[in-house]
């Protein structure tokens, strides 16, 4: 491998290797088989109905709790829009995805950030804050091998959660892209499903488990709700891209979303192994916790090495990285999110070497 090629673990994407581009195409051809006049026509606003229909039966829902959107980013928007205004105050995790920070903020959202320990939220300190009189409007939680962080909200967690939401009235919005790209340990139910109060809108993505060209995400939420997000999406775009949605369906009722979940956890798995023998190895006192699952994994640098000096050295060395402040109100310049999901296993350790010369120079 030359230097020059860049090695990134910047983006949470699949690499080309595990997107099963023969399995995509023969869908593609079977939908346009099916239903060329609903392929091709602008369809409506909450999706391809027999994808929806499929989303709501693999949750357990009436198919009227669904929308299906172009992506999850998508869905978030939909959902933000629609209960935040500004001045509302919003409880995140501490990390969490940066696009939801900042759609937040470009709302006019009040941000609370609330700690993340190695099994998700801290409800305690969530606790502290509602007793003390904070009424958020939501909490998002991403509770599987959460972005960036990649840890996972334990079972406990997950009911005091649920608790909280229906003694105080606002909305868990269960952000879980990640799921089905599990590694190790027992798959936890999902807030949805544990749910007796309307109180968790549920979103999801083909994105981490087909290929991210599809563009299809979806939310699952009350019925009341989804019809008034579905009647703003009409107005906005009258429909979401229907062929990606019908191929999305086809690879879907085949079951090749199965074998297709195999492929990326499998690969994955070994891909965020590769990774931690690697910092180990190469990156002595640098602290991480070793995902389940996922594509991301956090690590924390020693207290010398400042990330926004990291950078663009790292760049000129050819490995792109993530800051870890970009995930944060404030804090974060000692921390990188590492993606292992788009880098070979024969790039991880070339990569890490070279971040770790990037460490160097900066400690220097």
């Known amino acids: 491998m030359t230097a020059e090629q860049l090695i990134s673990f910047a983006r949470g994407a699949p690499s080309l290797d595990i997107v099963d581009v023969a399995g995509l195409k023969a869908a593609a051809a079977r939908a346009f088989d099916a239903d060329p006049a609903g392929v091709t026509a602008y369809g409506t606003s909450v999706g391809y109905v027999p994808l929806r229909k499929w989303i709501a039966e693999k949750h357990g829902v009436a198919p009227e709790q669904v929308i299906v959107t172009n992506g999850s980013l998508q869905a978030d928007a939909f959902l933000f829009t629609h209960l935040v205004q500004a001045g509302d105050d919003v409880v995140v995790e501490k990390p969490t995805y940066d696009r939801t920070l900042l759609n937040l903020q470009n709302?006019?959202?009040?941000?609370?950030?609330?700690?993340?320990?190695?099994?998700?939220?801290d409800v305690d300190e969530l606790r502290g804050l509602l007793e003390n009189g904070l009424r958020p409007k939501l909490a998002h939680i991403i509770p599987n091998y959460q972005n960036p962080a990649g840890v996972t909200l334990s079972l406990d967690k997950r009911r005091a959660l649920l608790a909280l939401a229906a003694e105080y009235g606002f909305v868990i919005f269960e952000d879980d892209p990640y799921v089905d790209i599990r590694f190790r340990g027992e798959a936890l139910p999902s807030m949805l499903s544990m749910d007796e109060n309307n109180s968790v809108v549920h979103a999801s993505s083909f994105t981490k488990t087909v290929c991210p060209g599809v563009r299809v995400g979806y939310l699952v939420g009350p019925a009341a709700l989804i019809d008034a997000i579905a009647k703003k999406a009409t107005n906005l775009y009258i429909s979401p891209g229907m062929v990606s949605e019908a191929i999305v369906h086809q690879f879907c009722v085949s079951g090749d979303i199965d074998r297709s979940i195999q492929t990326v956890s499998a690969a994955l798995a070994e891909r965020a192994q590769v990774l931690a023998a690697s910092i180990r190895t190469h990156i002595p006192g640098a602290t991480f916790t070793e995902p389940d699952g996922g594509y991301f994994l956090w690590v924390d640098l020693p207290e010398d090495v400042d990330v926004d000096a990291l950078f663009p050295v790292a760049m000129k060395k050819g490995v792109a990285i993530v800051k870890g402040s970009d995930f944060l109100l404030d804090g974060g310049k000692h921390s990188v999110r590492l993606a292992f999901s788009a880098v070979t296993v024969d790039q991880i350790d070339e990569g890490v070497r070279r971040l770790?010369?990037?460490?160097?120079?900066v400690r220097a």
Do not use: R, S
């Open 107 to 121: 709302l006019g959202g009040k941000v609370h950030q609330v700690t993340i320990q190695p099994d998700g939220i």
């Open 356 to 361: 770790a010369e990037a460490i160097a120079e």
